[in-house]
């Protein structure tokens, strides 16, 4: 890697008083661009859309752990981060072919057809929380009685995981995701969510269930090491990012009350909706990471063998000579294309799961409370700034 230079930036972090909107600095910077990492090394930033997509789909580029560079932050101190080997199992972090074999085995449980299958009852899952949230009274924290919950719920019926040990995969990925965790803090949860997917596991290699985890142990093509990190993946990942679409959107929707008009008099624009707001908002809000493999001359400028690259999606969803009007929320508009959910071979596997989550969760909650409001100032809703994915940390409504 390249030596870091004298006045090379860090990653701008702070949004200032615009909460649904990156850092002003961010979207102010060049499409590449010289950017600081931990350990005292230059890499790049990328922010926009076409680099970003030619990035993410250029096997140059590797997403190994081993090999990745980790972004500083506005304000944050130098840390000489240990980069660990990727885990067997841990398929996010791994290049071709190995990562091939393991999505191979997913691919066939994340179709269209098998998600519309899940419909009705993540309708009636949906459902029965807003009728709880009804009961328990207003005012109610949105993100407790409905957000949280109902992705959750979900994603333990399709792995098998007891609904009822939710507590402890949540707190150790609060405790992960959490931007001011020490490292020896992040490794601890980490171990302790692998720890809890390897006792569930060993239960179901000993009483099979009708559930994913059960059917990707039949296959015989994992061992539990294997099976722990891809539980722990898709465990993770089938909660935290679709919770915080559904909070954080709530807000943007009752603080646009001209798109929320428009939804709640025209609801065929549902699904228009759920992929504004995963343009709009980007909740994976601190880039991508890649490393070059070799030389790659991109724009211009020569990316070195070993070089990491941040890849910005929130700046690339709100790139101008992509989308039309990037920083104003348009149900009307066209946002197919969207990075949300990342490009290339490591694209969201279960994006049509969140899909219908989001589409089914808005649609009732609007449905369900035709007066729902903020209860608080909307500066006054604390926003998840501190962790590696954005959101609301709480989200107090009224009706």
């Not at 994913?212 to 093509?221: A, F, K, P, R, V």
């Not at 722990?228 to 709530?250: I, K, P, R, W």
């Not at 063998?305 to 149900?331: E, H, Q, T, W, Y």
């Not at 369900?368 to 100032?377: G, I, K, Q, S």
Request: glycine fraction near 10%; charge should be negative; aromatic fraction near 6%.
């Amino acid at each position: 890697m390249t030596e870091i230079l004298s006045g090379v930036p860090t990653l701008p972090a702070d949004r200032g008083d615009s909460p649904l909107d990156p850092p002003a600095g961010l979207i102010a910077r060049e499409p590449l661009s010289p950017l600081q990492f931990h350990g005292g090394k230059t890499g790049w930033l990328v922010t926009s859309y076409a680099l970003a997509r030619q990035i993410l789909a250029d096997q140059r580029f590797s997403t190994r752990s081993e090999l990745r560079g980790f972004a500083r932050r506005d304000g944050e101190p130098d840390r000489n981060i240990e980069r660990q080997p990727t885990k067997p199992g841990m398929f996010l972090a791994m290049d071709p072919p190995e990562h091939g074999r393991y999505r191979k085995l997913l691919t066939g449980q994340f179709t269209v057809r098998r998600m519309n299958e899940l419909i009705p009852r993540i309708q009636e899952i949906a459902t029965e929380h807003a009728e709880s949230m009804r009961r328990g009274g207003s005012p109610a924290d949105l993100v407790r009685e409905y957000a949280l919950p109902i992705p959750s719920m979900v994603i333990c019926e399709l792995l098998g995981v007891p609904y009822a040990d939710r507590a402890r995969f949540q707190d150790g990925a609060g405790r992960m995701l959490k931007l001011t965790s020490s490292i020896e803090q992040i490794r601890a949860a980490i171990a302790e969510m692998e720890a809890y997917i390897l006792e569930l596991v060993a239960a179901k290699r000993a009483k099979p269930g009708d559930d994913m985890l059960s059917g990707l142990i039949e296959t015989g093509e994992l061992n539990d090491g294997e099976m722990s990190q891809m539980g722990f993946l898709l465990l993770l990942a089938g909660h935290e990012t679709t919770a915080n679409m559904l909070g954080l959107g709530t807000y943007t929707l009752l603080t646009n009350p001209d798109q929320l008009a428009l939804l709640r008099s025209d609801p065929s624009l549902v699904d228009n909706a759920v992929e504004e707001l995963l343009r709009f908002l980007t909740i994976v809000h601190f880039g991508a990471s890649r490393t070059a493999l070799e030389d790659v001359e991109i724009d211009g400028r020569l990316i070195k063998a070993g070089d990491p690259v941040s890849i910005s999606l929130p700046a690339a969803n709100r790139d101008p000579m992509r989308f039309a009007s990037p920083g104003k929320l348009d149900f009307g508009g066209s946002p197919a294309g969207h990075l949300a959910f990342g490009h290339g071979i490591h694209q969201c596997l279960g994006q049509q799961l969140a899909r219908i989550e989001m589409r089914i969760g808005f649609t009732t909650l609007l449905r369900e409370f035709p007066t729902l409001r903020l209860d608080v100032a909307p500066e006054e809703v604390p926003m998840r700034s501190d962790m590696a994915i954005y959101g609301v940390h709480k989200l107090p409504v009224a009706w």
